[in-house]
């Protein structure tokens, strides 16, 4: 099993930038696709990137594309999710999950999700 805390949430104006990050447990972070999500109140958990294990192949959702850049470090066991040109609709909880088997965009796949972290756009 992994554990995984998110870090990096705040609050930024439009236009500006953050850098999640996403700590793991364990000494198997490299077998594992990590993912992020979203979820804004009154609205489902939204994909938003996913990574494979050894961080060659990268998928985004199409609202985020250009602007979000997901990558990992096995050797820190973290990942990160770097948000440029922040927009008001980004402003959601953001949670990491772990998925022991392939990169997916779908949440019912990942078997470990983080406790998430806040982010607030303004306009």
């Known amino acids: 099993q992994v554990q995984l805390v998110e870090s990096g949430g705040g609050l930024v104006q439009a236009g500006g930038s953050l850098r999640l990050s996403c700590a793991a447990s364990g000494r198997t972070f490299s077998r594992y696709a990590m993912g992020w999500f979203r979820q804004a109140p009154g609205k489902e958990r939204e994909f938003v990137a996913t990574i494979s294990q050894s961080g060659g192949r990268t998928y985004y959702a199409d609202s985020v594309k250009g602007r979000f850049t997901i990558s990992r470090d096995n050797a820190k066991n973290t990942v990160y999710l770097q948000m440029n040109s922040l927009k008001p609709e980004d402003t959601a909880v953001y949670y990491c999950?772990?998925?022991?088997?392939?990169?997916?965009?779908?949440?019912?796949?990942?078997?470990?999700w983080g406790q998430g972290t806040q982010v607030t756009v303004s306009s």
């Open positions: 999950a772990a998925d022991l088997g392939v990169a997916a965009p779908l949440a019912a796949e990942y078997d470990y």
